[in-house]
């Protein structure tokens, strides 16, 4: 079993930065990537990133791409996002997963262990 727990979420005014972290612990040994969804209001969980846990191989959804970078540091995952705008408005969940190939990482049903979620809130 693999435990999540993000930090990182607040308010902040569109065009800011945030960072994002997510300390994985337990069978760490066990995953073979980790990912970040966020999901809005009556909306559904949508992904935004991820990388592989040995590799380091990264994919970005087109909607974040240029602005948010996913990174791994050590045990802990990062979600850069810079630029921020007010549809960025979501909870952050990071997830882990134990099968691969790196672009099933992008479908929220490959991930077995989710963190509790932090708030992002960009104002305008």
């Known amino acids: 079993q693999v435990q999540l727990v993000e930090s990182g979420g607040g308010l902040v005014q569109a065009g800011s930065s945030l960072r994002l972290s997510c300390a994985a612990s337990?069978?760490?040994?066990?995953?073979?990537?980790m990912g970040w969804f966020r999901q809005a209001p009556g909306k559904e969980r949508e992904f935004v990133a991820a990388v592989t846990w040995s590799g380091g191989t990264t994919v970005h959804a087109d909607s974040v791409k240029g602005r948010f970078t996913i990174s791994r540091d050590n045990a802990k995952v990062l979600l850069q996002m810079n630029s921020l705008k007010p549809e960025d408005t979501a909870v952050y969940y990071c997830?882990?997963?134990?099968?691969?190939?790196?672009?099933?990482?992008?479908?929220?049903?490959?991930?077995?262990?989710w963190g509790q979620g932090t708030q992002v809130t960009v104002s305008s």
């Open positions: 337990g069978r760490t040994s066990s995953i073979y990537g």
């Open positions: 997830a882990a997963a134990t099968r691969g190939p790196i672009m099933a990482l992008s479908n929220r049903f490959v991930y077995s262990s």
